[in-house]
Structure formats: structure tokens, C-alpha cells
């Protein structure tokens, strides 16, 4: 029986910060797909973030945390901002201070000022020099007014959001992430979706019974795609929260997770 495989990117397929993923992912993947299994990047990344993998072999993308949904190119499902709310969010968190990164149809464009707004220290400094390098992140100047799906945000307290989330947060969920101390780093992501709706929406369309689906995850966003599956896996190196509700923990990528993985539960 086909099985569909749902796979997170930044911690899951690949190691944090880096858009290659080890070459027993790259194989377990390939050998999983010529067993008849289907295969998708389940992401918050948005489509422009995703070309580095793509050429890797996929079925289909859950990306944008479920807002753009395309299984062999055709578009499921598709929700970005309006141009109010995307001009409302940008206006709102800059008013503060808010370092953001506009993720566009176009690409991905972050502001220029990082280091007045956030700690000016070096991991800070190579930290944002790893995202925009591995990303492509591109200067905000640059920015094409093409359709925005999500907004990230750093800044340094809670208190810089306020006028965000007074505006947005009843249609937005503020959902924060890992950071180096001193940050706060989230997304702004619509309530219309999420990676578990992706999922479904998937599953509706190829007629997959969820009882056959895998998902793999390392960060809290991974959550409802674990709900959503009917067998979630949390990498070891993840998120406590997520390993709790898992139902299997795998080795990180680093540690060849994926292809173990894959080969306990008969995937290969």
C-alpha cells in the first residue's frame, strides 16, 4: 500500500541552517518514491526558499506552513496576505523596531539594519549572515511587491509587538521559534492554515487514507502535521514539546535520521 511521506526541512531533512541534506536522506528518499510511496516537503519555507531542494525529487510541497500547496506542479491551495494586511503587519512591527523578512512570491526580503535593531554581537552577526546566504535572503530595498505569504520577525521583547499583534492577531497567528538569547524569533502566519491542513488537503486529493501517512518534524510548527498523519516522528534533536506528542523519535539528520527511519518502518 502507498504511503505518503510528509518532511520537514530546517533540523529534519537537513541540518539547521542548510538547504543540503546528507546523501542517505537524498537515498532513502529516491528509494522510498521507487516503492511507490510519495514523498513532500512539508515547510514553512516559501517556494523561492524551496528551489535548492526541489531538484532533490519530490512528489509535491507543502510550503509557506501550509498557506501554498502544489503536488506535480498543480496548485492545490494557495492564501497569501492582501496588500492590507501584509502593508498592516510591515507598518506595525517596523513602528517598533522589529527586524522582519517578507516571504514573497518573488523571494524572500529582510530589512538592512539588523545589528542597531537586535544585540550587536558576533553570533548574532553570523547568524543572520547563514540565513541570508543559505535562504537567499535579499535586502527589503529589493522588495518586487509580489504577493507575501509570511512574516518573519526578530526583535529584542515581547513589548515591540504590541502594536502588531493589537492589529493582526486575529487573523494572524504570532508563532515564535528558536533563537539566540536575547531574540525573539517568530512568524506571523495566517489562522486559514497550517502544515496539518496542507497535509489534508494532500491526503484529500490523491485519496490517501491518513492511517498510511508519515510526517517528519523537529520545531513546534511541526505540530499539527503530526496531528495530522497517522505516524508522527520528531527528531531527537527537536523541540520537547514535539517529541512528547510524537509517536517515534529518530536520530537528527546528521545522524543519517532519515534513512534509519525509513528503513525501521519499511519505507526503503
Not at 516571504?103 to 529582510?110: D, L, T
Not at 538592512?112 to 527589503?140: F, K, V
Not at 530595498?141 to 492577531?169: H, T
Not at 489562522?191 to 484529500?204: A, I, S
Request: aromatic residues 8%.
Amino acid at each position: 500500500m502507498p504511503k505518503g511521506i510528509f518532511l520537514d526541512i530546517d533540523g529534519t531533512l537537513t541540518p539547521l541552517g542548510s538547504s543540503v541534506p546528507p546523501e542517505s536522506a537524498v537515498r532513502a528518499i529516491a528509494a522510498a518514491r521507487r516503492r511507490g510511496h510519495k514523498v513532500f516537503l512539508c515547510t514553512s519555507r516559501s517556494m523561492p526558499m524551496l528551489a535548492p531542494l526541489l531538484s532533490y525529487g519530490f512528489d509535491g510541497v507543502v510550503a509557506s506552513a501550509g498557506g501554498h500547496v502544489e503536488i506535480d506542479g498543480q496548485v492545490l491551495y494557495d492564501c497569501p496576505m492582501t496588500r492590507q494586511q501584509r502593508d498592516t503587519a510591515l507598518t506595525a512591527l517596523h513602528s517598533r523596531g522589529v527586524f522582519c523578512v517578507a516571504e514573497a512570491e518573488g523571494g524572500s526580503f529582510g530589512d538592512e539594519d539588523l545589528p542597531e535593531r537586535l544585540p550587536e554581537d558576533e553570533p548574532i552577526r553570523r547568524w543572520r549572515a547563514d540565513l541570508a546566504e543559505s535562504l537567499g535572503i535579499r535586502p527589503m530595498a529589493d522588495y518586487d511587491g509580489s504577493r507575501v505569504y509570511k512574516v518573519v520577525f526578530l526583535c529584542r521583547e515581547s513589548g515591540q509587538l504590541i502594536p502588531a499583534r493589537q492589529a493582526l492577531e486575529k487573523d494572524f497567528l504570532f508563532r515564535f521559534q528558536w533563537a539566540p538569547p536575547g531574540v525573539l524569533c517568530g512568524e506571523l502566519i495566517n489562522r486559514k492554515f497550517d502544515k496539518g491542513r496542507g497535509v489534508l488537503r494532500v491526503c484529500g486529493h490523491l485519496g490517501l487514507n491518513r492511517a498510511d501517512t508519515y510526517g517528519f518534524g523537529d520545531s513546534l510548527n511541526d505540530l499539527e502535521m503530526l496531528q495530522a498523519v497517522g505516524f508522527g516522528v520528531a527528531m531527537d534533536s527537536g523541540d520537547p514539546r514535539l517529541k512528547a506528542a510524537a509517536d517515534y523519535i529518530s536520530p537528527p539528520p546528521e545522524a543519517d535520521g532519515l534513512a534509519k527511519t525509513f528503513a525501521r518502518f519499511g519505507l526503503l
